[in-house]
């Protein structure tokens, strides 16, 4: 049986509706006592209450009956009032007569307001005391979005929607009048408080608000970074992995959380890096994956590739299990905190795709259930299923007008209200691709990215690719804004170090800017973004320890992750106790440091990778909340003289020097290629120098071959000698000297599998 609110003639400017109880066939609701099933109502409200009758229109099928019901009111005179609402803005704002709630659906036939007025934390029946206002589409419906305005508490309040429409799966209708549904425009989200909470798998999602709070205090001295692109040394990471391990120090109530990011700025300063992108932080359900009997139910989605609500800061990263106000405020203290220390915050954004999973096994909690034809890419041409060029069920449709206007909407939120400094997207190339799945040449919303003067300050940087097969590094449609993931040097430089003949032409190429992809129009080297490793993939630890992956305890029998990702064990499978094969290793490690330093261009590292840290050969670690993905501070300890040293040397090095960081393509006269055989198929060496004007030149040289090689080096400019900075041959702390070591000679021997670099003083 459905239940509805009475409304009255629309001329009416409010309409008294009561506090009721949910009357409904679907649920026992009314299986408790009155002052269990009020309880919820009687506790939002303030003040005596005493006990009236109200009526409801209840409907079944096309018959109307009149129920009377007995509720817990504020007060006779002082019922709960309701307005016809407007239709912007989308979500939840505070206006004169009240909290104003407004929705998208186009294809809705039925929307209903879902309160709880009084958040009680997490518990599995949520629904029960809830109130439900069933919005009349002639008083609350403009266009497509619908509203309502409601006289509730300015806070404290849960809410969500309900909505139905057509049921023609056919035409990509996927209406359920059961599901309480998330707004996709809700500021907060309300879920389990703590992060990985066995006991509270199955919770539900309800969108909140809070008008009491004080806006956040930034600070008096408080300023953006606003570093350049070319002098960028991004640290990509995970919130709750970087402090989640007993070994962080930290206390209990704020491992995993934004402020145990604060308490870990001073590594962040000493590693010398000066941007942090941060793996997701939208609202995610991280037990999505053991909501049902499957292969992975024992995976904890830790790296949050999986969005529930695009505005909502992931509530669970809150101290202390606070909520998702606190986790508001704790975000921005960690943004404050970070630019306080000169290191600007780009956020690892995923638009190609939500929660929702696919039409065999949906998760049903917003997009899908609100308007699923206008959300998603459907294939009318395959039974009107959810098409999926982002390998996880469906993917969303970026290039409808209401779907970009909601990007570009959460985009600028994230802008003005956290200060971020820019986006990395997941899977950008989804962001190309048109309503029917098609790639665009000048896809509307990659331009509206580009353009929007409130995006203007930021950093935009595309994963230039989708599981569609639409690869596009180098190609990407950019207006001279978008920057790239350069995927084509991961692979270049992975195979030259490791030893792949045929590759020297190509790592000279990398590292000098990538011209042959970026070089266009103004694009500038700074748009390639280099790395040799990021989250998905080996680390490098792996990379140089693993030929294989060794992904089994995924539930996936080995069929995740990349196959092909050009690494090399040096020797021997995983851990090994020769002596021989772990100095290789450990100069390998350097060498790939070495050449993502010295590269022209936006140098991207990984969380670990600086004292060496192991997932064991997994290449798709995104289900392990443990010491697999989580930052281990003892070995960072162990390692600290020694990989780590090196690590901070490196980038402290780059920054220190205009020749690596040029704002434009290297020219002819700004760099000596030590060559004059690039068709040699079996080089493995390559030699170089980097000229500066004041003469403080640059000798770079990597041997990958397995054997010695004397080279012959060049003449310094006048007045000047080398100095040797880097020789990854030589133990800590020889294999770094920033301030260089004399007596370089007109002949180096650069032993196998190293890198030296020299410096003109």
């Known amino acids: 049986m459905e239940v509805m609110l009475l409304l009255h003639s629309p001329l009416v400017p409010a309409l008294s509706v009561h506090p009721r109880s949910i009357l409904s066939g679907r649920a026992s609701y009314l299986k408790s006592s009155q002052q269990r099933v009020f309880g919820e109502v009687e506790r939002g409200l303030a003040g005596s209450c005493k006990m009236s009758s109200f009526v409801l229109a209840a409907r079944a099928g096309e018959q109307s009956v009149v129920v009377e019901e007995e ?18 803005p989308l979500g939840v704002s505070e206006v004169e007569s009240g909290i104003n709630f407004a929705i998208f659906s186009q294809n809705a ?9 009084e958040e009680r934390g997490i518990r599995n029946e949520l629904d029960e005391g809830m109130i439900e206002l069933t919005l009349d589409p002639k008083v609350n419906k403009t266009g497509d979005i619908w509203h309502i305005c409601v006289e509730v508490p300015r806070s404290n309040v849960l809410y969500g929607y309900r909505v139905d429409g057509p049921r023609d799966w056919s035409q990509g209708h996927r209406f359920d009048y059961d599901n309480i549904l998330l707004d996709p425009y809700a500021k907060l989200i309300e879920g389990r408080r703590v992060f990985g909470d066995a006991n509270n798998k199955m919770s ?11 806006p956040f205090d930034w600070g008096e001295n408080y300023k953006l970074p606003k570093i350049h692109e070319k002098d960028l040394v991004i640290y990509e990471m995970n919130v709750r992995a970087f402090t989640a ?14 402020l145990g990011v604060i308490e870990k700025i001073p590594h962040l300063l000493e590693l010398g890096v000066n941007a942090v992108e941060l793996l997701p932080v939208f609202e995610f359900d991280e037990m999505e994956l053991q909501r049902r009997p499957n292969p992975r139910d024992h995976l904890i989605n830790t790296w949050g590739y999986s969005t529930i609500n695009f505005f909502a800061p992931m509530s669970r990263y809150a101290s202390n299990g606070g909520g998702p106000i606190n986790a508001s405020r704790e975000f ?44 998603y890419m459907i294939d009318f041409n395959n039974n009107a299923q959810l098409m999926n060029f982002s390998g996880c069920g469906n993917t969303l449709n970026c290039n409808h007008p209401d779907v970009m206007e909601l990007i570009l909407d959460s985009l600028r939120h994230w802008v003005t209200e956290y200060h971020v400094d820019g986006f990395r997207f997941d899977l ?19 331009r509206a990215i580009a353009k929007d003067s409130i995006l203007s300050r930021c950093k935009i940087i595309a994963e230039p690719w989708d599981c569609g097969g639409l690869y596009l590094v180098g190609k990407f449609p950019n207006w001279d804004r978008w920057a790239e993931w350069n995927g084509i040097y991961r692979d270049d430089i992975r195979r030259f170090i490791k030893g792949d003949i045929g590759m020297k032409g190509s790592f000279a190429t990398r590292v000098s800017g990538s011209a ?15 790395f040799v490793i990021a989250h998905d993939g080996f680390t490098l630890y792996d990379l140089v320890s693993y030929n294989f992956k060794h992904n089994d305890a995924n539930g996936e029998r080995g069929n995740d992750g990349c196959n092909d990702n050009f690494s090399w064990n040096c020797g021997a499978e995983g851990e090994t106790a020769d002596t021989n094969i772990k100095e290789l290793r450990l100069r390998q490690m350097k060498n790939f440091q070495v050449a993502l330093m010295i590269s022209q261009g936006t140098p991207m590292m990984l969380m670990g990778d600086e004292y060496g840290h192991t997932r064991f050969g997994n290449n798709n670690s995104y289900g392990h909340d443990n010491a697999l993905n989580n930052f281990q501070w003892g070995q960072l300890k162990d390692k600290k003289d020694n990989l780590f040293r090196f690590f901070s040397e490196m980038i402290k090095f780059r920054r220190s020097r205009h020749v690596f960081t040029r704002e434009n393509f290297i020219g002819k006269n700004e760099v000596t290629w030590h060559e004059d ?14 000229h500066e004007e004041n003469g403080s030149d640059v000798y770079v040289a990597f041997n990958a071959h397995d054997y010695f090689i004397k080279a012959s080096i060049p003449s310094p400019p006048e007045s000047r000698r080398w100095y040797r900075v880097v020789d990854t041959n030589l133990e800590s702390p020889r294999d770094i000297v920033p301030e260089g070591v004399e007596g370089v000679k007109e002949m180096y021997e650069i032993a196998p599998y190293s890198s030296i670099i020299l410096q003109a003083k």
């Not at 036939?109 to 007025?117: I, K, M, R, S, Y």
């Not at 999602?205 to 009491?212: I, P, S």
């Not at 950008?428 to 990659?446: E, F, Q, W």
């Not at 042959?516 to 280099?530: A, E, M, S, T, W």
């Open 109 to 117: 036939t039925t929307v209903t307001l879902c309160l709880l007025l």
């Open 71 to 88: 509720a817990l009111l504020k007060s006779e005179s002082s019922p709960l009032k309701v307005f016809p609402g407007q239709a912007h």
């Open 245 to 258: 391990d007993d070994s962080s120090g930290l206390d209990s109530k704020i491992r995993g959380s934004y």
């Open 332 to 375: 921005r203290e960690m943004v404050r905190a970070l630019h306080g220390a000169g290191i600007e915050v780009i956020l690892d954004v995923v638009y190609n795709h939500t929660n929702e999973a696919d039409d065999k096994n949906p998760y049903t909690t917003s997009f899908r259930g609100i308007d699923n034809k206008v959300y």
């Open 677 to 690: 055989n690039w068709e040699n198929y079996e080089s493995k060496f390559l030699a170089f120098t980097l």
């Open 428 to 446: 950008a190339s989804v962001l190309c691709r048109g309503t029917d799945g098609s790639p665009h040449n000048a896809p509307p919303l990659i």
């Open 204 to 214: 539900k999602y309800f969108g909140t608000y809070d008008f009491d709070c004080l």
């Open 516 to 530: 042959d992809l970026f070089q266009v129009n103004q694009r500038k080297p700074y748009h390639g973004i280099n």
